[in-house]
């Protein structure tokens, strides 16, 4: 530790005044430089106590006699006993499992006209943003890839103080008020009584709250489809649902909604894939971000926005104050104007992560809030919850949620304070502090709200376009493509099929006939209740693909960048095949990986070796986005008698995920019977034999081969396995 530093300003936070002093201009390095300010490094230091005394032993308790009792006056077993004793804070009351990581954000063009916010203005400015995605019902230790809504909260520390977006993968919500909330997270919860089940909201209070209110059919709509179970964190859309404001300098304010997308296009796992990586490794999500980083395949996504112009507020069939409400892309266009790019993992989960304070009402200038009930409601609930989760007033302090901009104001005292205010005044106005801090006006940077009129009486009332509830599930439904509308329909059955209560299971079909008849049929078939008396459905016929992630223009289906796929081996395989596969795959900047029997290594039919990576006990291809399976003989004669390899190729085949095998791997196929494939070799060809994402060559050095197969990975899932269900996995 730089001893000299300190003294000459005092403690830490005077070392952060400094900082900040020095450094005006905010840079994409400054929030680590700033956290750096408080890093220790253990390898450097002597074991001391909090206090600072160097410790002799942190083993053996301080005792009377070698077998006698413990003395209180043990000051190190204590203060370690007690710190231990309260290591745990509250987990977030939702969102409570999260993974977080920081980066950088940068617009693409001077925003000016639109919002005097100054971190959208210059774009060769970089500032610096930390994120924090998210579960929303699981509690902190639940599995990363259950059915639910993804949290995507960005912090930028800007200039002007921090800007939060706290925003999720779904862009819409469940219910239109806040005064709501309390009553949807203790219905989507795990049951009061026995707590169970954890991370669902398969359960009967859950579909008993949305029945009692249709106003969450548009989100349990999204919330069925693939959406839900994002592949990665790296591959979900974001979006800030409420709607919020951009004001420029001269006053002029616009509706705004905020959007971002991910530049390695938005893709899913399926369903039974989810609930098997829930046990295989339940950190699937948080693992997949982590090494990503840690590889340099820095997560980027672009920054849109949606501006309405104030004069078109009342334009559209829905209020754009009704957060169950998308403002389709077709009518209100989305502006791409930035990127954020992930690029550094936090150095301690609970100091940053954990820690880490987000409110939809830390606003800069240049951006302001609406009328919307929902965002009314989350401006005081997040530092309301957060008084208590992160234990008083002060956690504006805590190095992570610390503005980079300067810090100045009357507000004193409180838990665990770290500043050290000077001077004798904390109020003002003053005539004794130079009658400071002072307010400051609009032109000097001053956040000003916007002059909204408002009047009306005070009532608890909606206004009438929030009570269509069903138009946009409507809309919703008609975007998906046949096999998202499948997803969704098997999804409902899940869901339905494990709600105990027939009446509300029946319940869920009428609410969903309001929506479209046919769906309401097919909802009804798999869950044991009869269909509707009366098809319903809205009349609605309009189409918004971009709500569909398989009909996007917001998607790329044209990259295999940080994909991960098993090459299956066992010993005598071809090394000629394996090695330029794999040369291939990671040429276009997949992560292949060699699974087999055993760890340790393996010998090629030529006399290489090459290491196994994982076993087909540490592993498992719901792990992976690819299956390869390279020729030689005595290899596959291994692997056909290993029920893991086949079973491997079962599921990866279910899953719909891309297969490929050269040589004798194509009879490790034939041996699992993958249902209605064309295999190279059937007909006299050379080329590789690409079927429904089952590419195939009987030539080792086929380039038509390499192709093909990156061709089925960029694809990302091949839905047209019509048979697939015949495939035990
Ligand atoms: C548009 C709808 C909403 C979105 C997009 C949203 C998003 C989020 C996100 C992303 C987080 C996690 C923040 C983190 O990673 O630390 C979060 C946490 C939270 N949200 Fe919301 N939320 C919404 C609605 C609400 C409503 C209506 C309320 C309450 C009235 C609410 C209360 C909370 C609370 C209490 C937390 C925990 C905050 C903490 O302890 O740090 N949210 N929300």
Redesign the pocket.
């Known amino acids: 530790m730089d001893f000299k530093h300190l003294k000459s300003t005092g403690s830490k936070t005077g070392k952060v005044t400094a900082f900040m002093e020095k450094k005006r201009i905010i840079d994409e390095k400054s929030k680590d430089e700033q956290l750096e300010m408080f890093r220790e490094d253990p390898e450097r230091e002597f074991l001391t106590t909090n206090q600072g005394v160097r410790v002799s032993n942190t083993d053996i308790s301080l005792k009377a006699g070698e077998r006698g009792p413990t003395l209180l006056e043990d000051f190190h077993f204590r203060e370690k006993i007690t710190h231990f004793d309260h290591e745990r804070i ?7 499992r ?1 993974s ?1 990581a920081h980066g950088y954000f940068q617009v693409y063009k001077p925003m000016t006209e639109y919002t005097s916010a100054k971190f959208l203005q210059d774009p060769g400015k970089k500032t610096p943003v930390f994120v ?3 579960t ?1 019902a699981g509690f902190r230790g639940s599995a990363d890839t259950v059915r639910d ?5 960005v912090k930028f520390y800007t200039e002007e103080g921090n800007y939060d977006l ?3 993968n ?1 862009p ?4 239109q ?6 009553d ?2 203790h219905a989507v919860k795990p049951e009061q009584d026995n707590q169970i089940p954890q991370a669902s909201t398969a359960h009967d209070t859950l579909w008993d709250f949305v029945t009692c209110h249709p106003e969450t059919a548009h989100m349990m709509m999204w919330a069925l489809s693939d959406r839900a179970i994002p592949r990665s964190y790296r591959m979900m859309q974001g ?4 709607t919020f404001r951009f004001v420029n300098a001269k006053g002029e304010g616009r509706f705004v909604k905020f959007h971002w997308r991910p530049l390695l296009g938005i893709h899913s796992l399926v369903w039974d894939e989810t609930q098997k990586i829930a046990g295989k490794d339940p950190d699937f999500n948080r693992r997949d971000l982590w090494e990503a980083i840690e590889m340099g395949d820095y997560p980027e996504y672009e920054f849109g926005v949606q501006i309405l112009e104030e004069k078109d507020e009342f334009k559209f069939d829905f209020d754009i104050l009704d ?1 169950t409400k998308v403002w389709p892309e077709e009518d209100v266009p989305v502006s791409w104007i930035g990127k954020m790019t992930l690029n550094r993992n936090p150095d301690n989960f609970f100091a940053e ?1 954990e820690q ?5 009402g830390n606003v800069v200038r240049g951006i302001d809030f609406s009328n ?1 009930p ?2 009314q ?2 401006l ?3 530092i ?3 008084l208590i ?2 234990g008083g007033p002060n956690f504006h302090e805590i190095p992570i949620n610390r503005p980079l901009a300067p810090v100045a104001n009357n507000q004193r005292e409180g838990y665990h304070l770290m500043t050290i205010n000077k001077g004798k005044t904390s109020y003002f106005p003053n005539t004794i502090g130079e009658n400071l801090p002072r307010p400051v006006s609009a032109e000097e940077g001053g956040y000003v709200h916007y002059m909204e009129k408002v009047e009306g009486k005070k009532i608890r009332a909606r206004s009438e376009k929030f009570k269509d509830f069903f138009s946009q599930a409507k809309l919703f439904w008609n975007s998906m493509s046949e096999p998202e509308k499948k997803h969704i329909i098997e999804a409902f059955h899940f869901e339905i099929g494990k709600v105990n209560d027939k009446n509300i299971r029946k319940a869920v079909v009428d609410l969903f006939n309001n929506v479209d008849g046919d769906l309401a049929v097919k909802i009804a078939k798999g869950v044991g209740v009869p269909a509707p008396d009366r098809k319903g459905g809205s009349s609605v016929t309009k189409e918004s693909p971009n709500l569909s992630q398989e009909r996007s223009e917001h998607t790329v289906k044209d990259t295999i960048k940080t994909r991960k796929v098993a090459i299956l081996a066992a010993n005598g395989y071809d090394h000629k095949d394996l090695s330029q596969v794999k040369k291939a795959l990671e040429a276009g900047g997949a992560k292949a990986y060699i699974i087999s029997k055993h760890q340790g290594m393996l010998k090629s039919s030529s006399g290489e070796e090459i290491e196994v990576d994982k076993s087909f006990v540490t592993t498992a291809s719901v792990l992976y986005d690819a299956i390869y399976i390279p020729g030689g003989k005595e290899n596959i004669e291994a692997l056909k008698m290993q029920g893991d390899a086949i079973h491997f190729v079962n599921e990866a085949f279910r899953h719909c995920k891309p297969l490929g095998a050269t040589g004798a791997g194509v009879e490790l196929l034939k041996a699992a019977n993958l249902p209605d494939i064309k295999y190279a070799g059937q007909e006299s060809t050379d080329k590789a034999v690409s079927d429904k994402g089952v590419v195939t060559a009987m030539h080792s050095d086929n380039r038509s081969f390499n192709n093909s197969f990156i061709a089925a990975i960029a694809k990302h899932r091949h839905w047209d396995r019509e048979n697939k269900e015949q495939v035990p996995a």
Not at 149 to 153: D, L, N, P, S, T
């Open positions: 509250p987990e977030r009351i939702v969102h409570a999260g977080g924090r995605f998210s929303v809504v993804r949290g995507f909260a706290v925003g999720n779904i819409v919500f469940f219910i008020d806040a005064i709501k909330f309390p949807f997270v979006f800030g649902v409420n957060p992560t880490v304070a987000f409110c939809p919307d929902l965002l409601g989350r005081f609930s997040y309301d919850t957060q989760r992160l």
